[in-house]
């Protein structure tokens, strides 16, 4: 990682840095943009399917007869100035992608353009971006000043427009204290702020951020989400940032990408993917706890559509009658989700679970019941419960829970997609 982080850092400031014009855009598009890495050896020992078929589905990667597919047929458009947030679960191929854009990967099909520009062949040098890789990748003989000078000095900027630019980076990020200190001397934290004040000095068009927060403990990684929130509002470009943590992608982004196995689950601002998941791959990935799913079924009771489970059965809210009813949608068996923060206690009439493990978390209180022969949990607010109330739900009690229609996610049993999309 170090070691391309230094190839990156010499070719992108290696030449002399071109004049931004005034109209130039840093919206990106990713038009089928595919990463394929080739079989290494004897083509002899590719693996293919009885029959002579040259693809097959292995620990969840695409093989084909060119190679190892990890990123498949990704299309987006990512507007001037739009902070987009890649977000998967390792080996999803989001690095891979951020790469393909930087130029550290080559593409092996479709096209990237950067504005207007076709850049699939253009040296990572000319792209004009800057990349904030995870693991900081300071120069260690070198003061903050001189790591976050060097991309200028390589460039042949003269020395007080390199002293002004350092300096106001180190304003922005709270470091000017540091410009005197090697990286040996610095938290975690601080070491980030110097490696995204060294890509903030480029003035770059587009701002790449691999996991950079990924190696900071919680507290501090609360922290620095703030500081990249602040830091969008002052320098205004083009960011995509990529993380694994879907905190950090629902708090960040204008708008989220999923990813699963090298193809985009779904494009949309947090809000929508939170309260309309395409599937169920990222209905349990988008939310903290986790979303609830039960075996249930999906009837029509007097022309209305309802979800039926246990004892209970619930109408949908009108939104969702309506977005049911334009799909022609028919009665049949489903998964039903529902979120743990969507789910009330009732005193009867409802759905019997046995407490398992109660987490008290100030506000809240986390209860883990088994219900219908599955795990389940609860976020049940105390705000307006007595002491005594809280206190009776520990492990082993018993207490029932209900829902409303307007928070009942409906999906193919069989496909997982949104009965609603």
């Known amino acids: 990682m170090q070691c391309h982080l230094f190839i990156g850092d010499c070719e992108i400031v290696r030449a002399e840095a071109r004049r931004l014009e005034p109209d130039r855009m840093a919206s990106l598009t990713l038009k089928n943009v595919k990463k394929i890495y ?25 093989i084909t007869d060119k190679g190892v597919v990890a990123v498949q047929e990704f299309n987006l458009e990512i507007k001037d100035k739009e902070f987009i947030v890649l977000v998967g679960p390792s080996g999803c191929g989001k690095s891979t992608t951020l790469r393909m854009i930087a ?12 504005g207007d520009r076709l850049v699939n062949d253009v040296a990572p040098k000319d792209r004009d971006i800057a990349m904030v890789f995870q693991n900081y990748a300071l120069y260690p003989h070198m003061t903050v000043y ?23 980076a180190a304003e922005i990020l709270d470091i000017t204290q540091y410009l005197g200190r090697k990286p040996k001397a610095l938290s975690g934290g601080q070491r980030q702020r110097v490696a995204i004040g060294r890509a903030i000095v480029r003035d770059p068009q587009v701002f790449l951020m691999d996991e950079p927060l990924s190696n900071l403990d919680a507290k501090l990684r609360n922290q620095m989400r703030a500081e990249i929130i602040k830091l969008r509002e002052r320098i205004n470009t ?3 940032y990529v993380t694994h943590d879907q905190t ?18 779904q494009i949309g601002t947090p809000q929508e993917v939170f309260n309309h998941p395409y599937n169920l791959f990222v209905a349990g990935f988008i939310g903290t706890p986790q979303m609830n799913m039960f075996d249930a079924k999906l009837v029509k009771k007097n022309g209305k559509y309802a979800v039926s489970l246990a004892n209970l059965t619930v109408e949908l809210s009108s939104d969702k009658q309506k977005a049911l009813a334009a799909n022609n949608v028919a009665e049949q068996d489903i998964t039903l989700g529902v979120r743990p923060e969507h789910i009330s206690l009732v005193n009867n009439g409802g759905i019997a ?69």
């Open 38 to 62: 080739p079989f290494s050896g004897d083509d002899s020992k590719r693996k293919k399917k009885k029959g002579g078929d040259a693809e097959e589905k292995k620990v969840n990667l695409q």
């Open 103 to 114: 130029g550290l990967e080559e593409i092996s099909e479709g096209e990237l353009y950067i």
């Open 146 to 168: 001189d790591n976050m000078a060097f991309a200028l000095k390589l460039r042949h900027t003269p020395k007080d427009e390199i002293d002004k630019k350092v300096k106001e």
């Open 238 to 240: 083009t960011f995509i």
């Open 248 to 265: 950090e992608a629902m708090t960040l982004g204008d708008r989220i990408v999923i990813m699963k196995d090298g193809f985009i689950q």
């Open 353 to 421: 679970a046995k407490v398992d493990v109660s987490e008290m978390m100030g506000s809240s209180v986390h209860l883990h019941v088994t219900a219908m022969g599955r795990d389940v949990v609860l976020v049940v607010s105390t705000m307006n419960m007595t002491g005594a109330e809280v206190s009776a739900l520990t492990g082993g009690a018993n207490v029932q829970f209900s829902f409303g229609g307007n928070v009942c996610h409906v999906f193919n049993k069989k496909t997982g997609i949104n009965l609603e999309a």
